[in-house]
């Protein structure tokens, strides 16, 4: 028993923050960070903003809204340092969250959008290329400028970033539309990506696109073929965050 309440004190804690309030979309994502090969060392916290936030966030609008509520639901500031080592704010966007989390939480913070674009980077080979798969039309323009911002490079004139795809569906799209609606249209984008260049890493641009890895696979062997189609780097945003986050709480221990 001794040994049990000593292992679970050591273990990272990492809120897990969906700034929508889709409490689905949270159990999903919440899978998806368990299944990691650091997830035996990390406690997920799982929160999910009330529903004065919206259920899907798909634009602007959308999510200054989710920030507002969230920072109108957050604990105290105590509680936050003396429970949580790291936070992960779980929406594929460039979300205002993450620096204002920054600035009220003293651990590490990171969005999946930013430690997605730092996964994808990693793993590419020479002459490779990286791309995003996400929901509606609006996120081609959101998520491009995003990339270019967080690399302080035009991702137009990148030889590693071949784009955005989007395949018109939303976040809560895949808790609601059928399956085969849902594969159908994720196939069909991953496919216009996946023509587009020498794509060895496709990036799941939606926190709702947790467990659907199998879609993209299937599109890349229509494209590319068995063999190649199994070497392509399918990166989840939510497994990525908690990755980056681990190797930060990490880093500071070693390094400071």
């Given at each position: 028993m001794?040994?049990s ?11 897990l923050l969906?700034p929508n309030?889709?409490q689905?979309?949270?159990s999903?994502?919440?899978r998806?960070a368990?299944?990691?090969p650091v997830?035996?060392s990390?406690?997920v916290h799982?929160?999910t ?13 959308d999510?200054?809204s989710?920030?507002?509520v969230?920072l109108?639901?957050l604990?105290?500031?105590?509680f936050?340092r ?9 929406c594929?966007?460039?979300?205002s ?5 920054s600035?009220w939480?003293?651990?590490?913070v990171t ?8 996964t ?15 929901t509606?039309?609006?996120w081609e ?6 990339v270019?911002e967080f690399?302080g490079a ?12 989007t395949?018109?569906?939303t976040?809560?799209d ?5 399956p085969?609606?849902?594969s159908?249209k ?6 216009g ?12 641009g939606?926190?709702g696109?947790a467990g659907l890895?199998?879609?993209?696979r ?5 494209v590319y073929?068995e ?8 990166v989840?945003?939510v497994?990525a965050?908690i990755?980056q986050?681990h190797q ?6 070693t390094f400071?």
């Amino acid at each position: 028993m001794g040994d049990s309440v000593s292992s679970s004190k050591s273990k990272m804690r990492i809120l897990l923050l969906n700034p929508n309030s889709s409490q689905d979309m949270t159990s999903r994502m919440v899978r998806a960070a368990e299944s990691t090969p650091v997830s035996n060392s990390v406690q997920v916290h799982p929160m999910t903003a009330s529903c004065a936030a919206p259920s899907s966030i798909d634009d602007s609008q959308d999510i200054q809204s989710s920030t507002t509520v969230v920072l109108s639901e957050l604990p105290p500031a105590d509680f936050a340092r003396n429970n949580w080592d790291a936070i992960l704010v779980a929406c594929f966007s460039v979300h205002s969250l993450v620096p204002a989390l920054s600035n009220w939480f003293e651990g590490p913070v990171t969005g999946i959008f930013e430690a997605s674009i730092l996964t994808a980077m990693s793993l590419l080979g020479p002459g490779e290329q990286w791309g995003i798969v996400t929901t509606g039309r609006f996120w081609e323009k959101h998520l491009s400028d995003g990339v270019c911002e967080f690399l302080g490079a035009d991702p137009r004139r990148s030889t590693k970033f071949a784009g955005v795809a989007t395949s018109g569906l939303t976040a809560g799209d895949f808790h609601t539309v059928s399956p085969e609606e849902v594969s159908a249209k994720l196939s069909l984008a991953a496919k216009g990506l996946l023509e587009s260049g020498n794509i060895a890493c496709v990036v799941l641009g939606c926190g709702g696109m947790a467990g659907l890895e199998d879609i993209i696979r299937c599109a890349a062997v229509h494209v590319y073929g068995e063999q190649r189609a199994r070497k392509l780097y399918i990166v989840d945003g939510v497994k990525a965050g908690i990755m980056q986050l681990h190797q930060c709480i990490n880093g500071a221990r070693t390094f400071r």
